[in-house]
């Protein structure tokens, strides 16, 4: 008949055969190989290498828990590895009372063993091999007990970790606050770069509508003279081109200063819109020192 690795008692059920423990002792092994949750589907603890070590090792002590049928013939003792996880050793120091504050620091503090345990399920079912890795704190009930029991012992711990807490709380809050303090900074020189696009945007608004005036008075004024003698009219202006020494004219130097006042709107207006948008804030710097050479 077969036995269960850990507590000896007989198994009955197919599947606790197969595991070569019964559902409660697989689960203490995984445990302690750092494995917390459901058994993993093919597991066995014959073939498992870290359980091995750990029922070879002997260190183990009894505990009472099993959900194998009772048997007049108990066998081997039921035991289990020393070696416990960070949250059972939290849960001795919650019956020790030792204050939530304090188990983490307690813990750590502790030798522990790092223990990386891998699973390959590569059963006769599946086509595919998948592990699974797990990685955690083991540590030793005599060390658990024993700095609980240190302590209870030094009133002067607690002080000293209570003191530490609340330097690190300081510190927290201090560099939360400086935080809070820049993000408001940013966001004050977010909103007058906002209102100084706005205002800028208002004023090329303003020269457009000013500069499509005069530019509608000059094309009047040039239409007037090309009816009443075309010809004559085109060689005077050719002459004052000339004699400009091939400078633009007003009509030209006007068209080129809206062209540029309109491309520096809507990249304005594209800044204001989306905050964002990197490239809009690169073009209307550009237009704007275009714009104060421009216009002076």
Not at 79 to 105: C, F, N, W, Y
Not at 138 to 167: G, T
Request: glycine content about 6%.
């Amino acid at each position: 008949m077969s036995r269960c690795v850990r507590c000896g008692r007989p198994l009955r059920s197919p599947s606790s055969i197969r595991r070569g423990a019964g559902p409660a002792c697989a689960k203490l092994l995984l445990r302690q190989v750092g494995v917390e949750g459901r058994i993993p589907r093919g597991w066995s603890a014959s073939s498992d290498e870290w359980v091995q070590r750990l029922l070879v090792a002997g260190d183990q002590v009894d505990v009472p828990v099993s959900t194998h049928g009772q048997s007049s013939n108990t066998g081997v003792a039921a035991s289990q590895p020393v070696r416990i996880t960070a949250t059972d050793a939290k849960r001795l120091m919650i019956g020790a009372g030792v204050p939530a504050r304090h188990r983490e620091l307690l813990l750590s503090g502790l030798p522990h063993v790092t223990r990386e345990y891998r699973f390959s399920n590569g059963g006769e079912e599946l086509e595919t091999l998948r592990t699974r890795r797990v990685v955690g704190w083991l540590f030793r009930v005599e060390d658990v007990e024993r700095a609980i029991a240190e302590y209870k012992a030094n009133p002067d711990m607690a002080r000293q970790w209570d003191e530490q807490i609340r330097q690190e709380r300081a510190a927290e809050r201090a560099r939360r606050a400086e935080e809070r303090a820049r993000e408001e900074e940013a966001a004050r020189a977010a909103e007058e770069e906002r209102r100084r696009d706005h205002r800028e945007l208002e004023r090329a608004n303003a020269k457009i509508a000013k500069l499509e005036e005069r530019l509608q008075e000059l094309e009047n004024e040039r239409n007037r003279e090309l009816t009443e003698d075309e010809f004559e009219a085109f060689l005077r202006s050719m002459e004052q081109w000339a004699n400009s020494g091939g400078r633009e004219d007003e009509v030209s130097t006007i068209r080129t200063q809206l062209h540029t006042l309109r491309e520096s709107t809507h990249w304005l207006e594209r800044k204001i819109e989306y905050l964002a948008h990197r490239y809009a804030a690169e073009q209307v710097e550009m237009y704007r020192q275009a714009l104060a050479t421009m216009l002076g």
